[in-house]
């Protein structure tokens, strides 16, 4: 079974975050790793930063560009990084898939601007796991 640091790096990602009730909810997502965990930049206000703000339990898989799923789930958390993080995020992501900025910055300028439109998510193994094996650290 892959861990948290197998999957975060991949260019194109599965994310799944979860209802209230426990039902999945996937997206495909661009994301930047950092320090171990990864960065992901989002519309303010989608549905999966209001999942996210009310159950930090998600799981990320590795994927191809349009999701067609290449690999098996890794849990994970998530929280919503403050608002002044988010421009940070956006520029890590326009350098990252560049190929896609010719249309993904002048959309954002259009809607009002980064800031007013994005959000930004980090998703982190969650605490009591190794990242190298998935082991459980705790005795």
């Known amino acids: 079974m892959p861990t948290f640091a197998d ?4 260019k194109y990602l599965l ?32 549905w999966k930063t209001k999942r996210i703000n009310n159950t930090p ?15 098996e ?10 608002k002044s993080e ?3 995020v956006f520029d890590k992501i326009i350098r990252r898939y560049w190929h896609h900025a010719w249309y993904f910055v002048p959309q954002a300028l259009l809607r009002g601007g980064v800031d007013k439109v994005h959000a930004a998510i980090e998703v982190a193994a969650p605490k009591g796991r190794s990242e190298a094996s998935g082991e459980s650290d705790e005795a």
């Open 7 to 10: 999957v975060y790096d991949e």
């Open 15 to 46: 994310l799944t975050t979860f209802t209230k009730d426990g039902r999945s909810k996937p997206t495909t997502v661009w994301g930047v790793p950092e320090g171990g965990k990864l960065l992901i930049i989002t519309d303010e206000g989608s």
């Open 57 to 71: 339990r998600v799981t990320i898989q590795k994927c191809g560009v349009l999701g067609k799923v290449k690999g």
């Open 73 to 82: 789930p890794v849990e994970a958390v998530a929280r919503m990084l403050p």
């Open 86 to 88: 988010t421009q940070r």
